[in-house]
């Protein structure tokens, strides 16, 4: 299926340009649960970012998984892109129960699978499902409901569906709701695993055919980058580097490089070139950034 962005565009793999950011926030408030820094809320900063992120390392898309309730702001995600000559993917559904909006998703699976097909065909037009979050091994009935609806509007609309596994736990939970639910394993990316510390969770979910999100680089405070790099040479060893995505997760604004934070192009610079160090070759480097989230977004099985 082709790509849906902000701008209208819908863009064959091969129309994109360059590199990908699998999981960012352009616009995002989560402020609600009482933590006043918990917001990306400084426009030019984020565009300069990407500007700069394109001119230096190739940025052509990015996908802002800022969900129903998580504050996020379409149309100034939009203005950001175009400032900085990027495409966005915008993004629908639910994160974990703490941040879910007054009444949503519900008890009703058909209910909410209704409601994120409405925003799709008819709302802000999202190409991506996501992030879809549960926040501990096992979701919470609200959850559950967010991801079975998830997996209903993806195969309603032919939309990819990604998740917030919190700290990395449940991630095999989540797939195997997803797939329950009838959606290819190659239309999952399950998220934040380079949170924790599991190669055999790693490996099975690439295993099963779904995408192993490393999406968090940069955040030093949850993982040192060694350990991130450790745990993804571990998963290309074991056969898996076509089920492997790559971001930074920017989700405050102490995180922008004019805060003293990594900033949007840390996963595609330094990080890159420690990778590259490691003796990932050019090849793989560009499945990671580049031709496996393609691959995820459209669903297709290319060799």
């Excluded at 519900?106 to 999202?126: K, M, N, Q, Y």
């Excluded at 997760?249 to 192009?265: E, H, V």
């Excluded at 990671?288 to 989230?293: I, M, V």
Aim: proline share 6%; aromatic share 4%; glycine share 12%.
């Amino acid at each position: 299926m082709p790509i849906r962005t902000a701008s209208g565009r819908v863009l064959a793999p091969a129309d994109v340009p360059g590199t990908v950011l699998a999981h960012e926030h352009l616009v995002v408030d989560l402020t609600r649960q009482g933590d006043p820094a918990a917001l990306v809320n400084d426009d030019a900063a984020v565009a300069a970012e990407l500007a700069a992120a394109r001119a230096q390392h190739g940025l052509g898309l990015v996908v802002d998984l800022t969900g129903r309730g998580m504050g996020g702001d379409p149309a100034r995600a939009r203005a950001i892109a175009e400032r900085a000559g990027v495409e966005v993917v915008l993004a629908t559904g639910w994160y974990y129960e703490r941040f879910h909006p007054d009444g949503e998703p519900g008890d009703s699976v058909e209910h909410a699978t209704a409601l994120l097909v409405d925003d799709i065909r008819t709302g802000i037009r999202p190409g991506v499902i996501g992030e879809i979050g549960s926040s501990g091994e096992q979701a919470s009935p609200a959850e559950r409901v967010g991801l079975l609806a998830s997996a209903g509007a993806a195969l309603a609309t032919g939309l990819s569906v990604a998740t917030h596994a919190h700290l990395g736990r449940g991630g095999l939970e989540q797939l195997d709701l997803l797939t329950g639910a009838g959606l290819p394993p190659r239309r999952c990316c399950i998220g934040h695993q380079d949170l924790i510390d599991d190669t055999g969770q790693h490996r099975a979910i690439a295993a099963a055919g779904a995408y192993v999100a490393f999406d968090t680089v940069g955040k030093a405070s949850y993982q040192p980058d060694e350990k991130r790099i450790e745990l993804l040479l571990a998963l290309l060893e074991s056969g898996h580097a076509r089920h492997l995505l790559l971001s930074n997760d920017i989700s405050r604004d102490g995180y922008l490089t004019s805060r003293g934070g990594p900033g949007f192009g840390h996963v595609l610079g330094p990080f890159r070139a420690e990778l590259a160090a490691r003796g990932v070759d050019p090849p793989t480097l560009d499945l990671l950034y580049r031709e496996n989230a393609l691959r995820w977004l459209d669903g297709t099985e290319r060799p």
